[in-house]
Each structure stands twice: as structure tokens, then as C-alpha cells.
T-cell receptor, first 112, second 116 residues
Framework: DAKTTQPPSMDCAEGRAANLPCNHS???????VYWYRQIHSQGPQYIIH???NNETNEMASLIITEDRKSSTLIRPHATLRDTAVYYC?????????????FGKGMKLTVNP | DTEVTQTPKHLVMGMTNKKSLKCEQH?????MYWYKQKAKKPPELMFV???????INESVPSRFSPECPNSSLLNLHLHALQPEDSALYLC???????????????FGDGTRLSIL
């Protein structure tokens, strides 16, 4: 089972910041939080990941709370092309391999 | 454009047919994955290969048979599928998973499979 919960959907105005929340209250100390998104008819696209510290790359920023029980993905200036299903995932290790267990994700709709 | 290439993009087959899905990457990744995604559902992991050896099989029915002939290729052989197997089949790859567990998976755009 997925170790994360997200609201099912969110709307955002074009040009505004999109703040996507995620709860992962059962996360273990060495488990990473990953964010992917899936635009219609495409494969999931990696966005960002983190362990404890806040992270930023060219796509987004990831803010992880100090207790690591929740995180927020921030797209600072959302565009219409950011409309997608966003998945917050805790990477699980099993038998020396890694597993991405996708939850239901959150549909972000960016409106003009 | 994705760095993981899946062929074919679409496949229609009967329940008695045998077909194969192909996945290719040239990023030097040593872990490769198959996922299944039903409409309006999240992807579900099927198989994981690490250094060309099967490391995870998520209790997938034997009518799905994976194969990793070399570090760049991953196949999924299909035989005697059922209509409920119709789905998008996604392939992904990642770097050496024996290293730090902080290496993202790169996905292809999938093969959309329809079973008649």
C-alpha cells in the first residue's frame, strides 16, 4: 500500500504558485519522498525528491517538514502545461531493490 | 521526448495470440521496471530487474513473462491474455540501485494494450 495521502484534486490560476500538499506520517528515517507527474497519455515524469532538507531544481521546490510527516511541492509560476496528475511517493526498499508504490495522486488543473 | 523507448505504442491482440512488448534505454541504467496502469488508476509495479536479474515479481500471473537480455533491453512476453489485461504498460529504468537509494526512475510513454 502507498504510504502517502494527497487531496484528490486542486485548481490553480495560471501564473500563480501551485502548492501541492502530501502526508506521509508513517515514513521511516531513511525513506525518500519522490514527486512525479503524469500528463495525459504520457508516462510519469520525475520532478524532484528529498530526504530531510528542502530541495529545489529547475522544475520545482520541495519543502519537507522537520518531523518528515508531510511535504509540499511548489511550482512557483504554474502554466497550463502543468495540468497533470501529481504523485507523491515514498520510495520503499525490498530485498535490495527499490519500489515506487503509487498512490491515487492529485489532479492539478491550471486555469487561464 | 523520453529517454526510455517503448515499442509498439499501441497493440491489439486476441486472447490466443503471443506478442512481446519491448523497452530500450541507453543511459547506462542497471535497473529496469515494468508497470501496469489501468484507466484512471495509478501505475502498479509488476517486475524489477537489477543487473539483468529478476529481483521483484509482484505476484504477476504467468501469462506475463519478463526478459532482460542485456542491460539496455527489457521485454515483456504476453501469452493467453484476458480482456482485463487491457491497460497501459509502462517501462522505467534507474541507475545502479546498489548505490544510494536516491536515484529517480525514468519512464517511457508506454504501450497501450487492448485484448479482444
Amino acid at each position: 500500500d502507498a504510504k502517502t495521502t494527497q487531496p484528490p484534486s486542486m485548481d490553480c490560476a495560471e501564473g500563480r504558485a501551485a502548492n501541492l500538499p502530501c502526508n506521509h506520517s508513517t515514513i521511516s528515517g531513511n525513506e525518500y519522498v519522490y514527486w512525479y507527474r503524469q500528463i495525459h497519455s504520457q508516462g510519469p515524469q520525475y520532478i524532484i525528491h528529498g530526504l530531510k532538507n528542502n530541495e529545489t531544481n529547475e522544475m520545482a521546490s520541495l519543502i519537507i517538514t522537520e518531523d518528515r510527516k508531510s511535504s509540499t511541492l511548489i511550482r512557483p509560476h504554474a502554466t497550463l502545461r502543468d495540468t497533470a496528475v501529481y504523485y507523491c511517493i515514498v520510495l520503499i526498499t525490498q530485498g535490495g531493490s527499490e519500489k515506487l508504490v503509487f498512490g491515487k495522486g492529485m489532479k492539478l488543473t491550471v486555469n487561464p | 521526448d523520453t529517454e526510455v523507448t517503448q515499442t509498439p505504442k499501441h497493440l491489439v491482440m486476441g486472447m490466443t495470440n503471443k506478442k512481446s512488448l519491448k523497452c530500450e534505454q541507453h543511459m547506462g541504467h542497471r535497473a529496469m521496471y515494468w508497470y501496469k496502469q489501468k484507466a484512471k488508476k495509478p501505475p502498479e509495479l509488476m517486475f524489477v530487474y537489477s543487473y539483468e536479474k529478476l529481483s521483484i515479481n509482484e505476484s504477476v500471473p504467468s501469462r506475463f513473462s519478463p526478459e532482460c537480455p542485456n542491460s539496455s533491453l527489457l521485454n515483456l512476453h504476453l501469452h493467453a491474455l484476458q480482456p482485463e489485461d487491457s491497460a497501459l504498460y509502462l517501462c522505467a529504468s534507474s541507475q545502479d540501485i546498489r548505490g544510494p537509494w536516491n536515484q529517480p526512475q525514468h519512464f517511457g510513454d508506454g504501450t497501450r494494450l487492448s485484448i479482444l
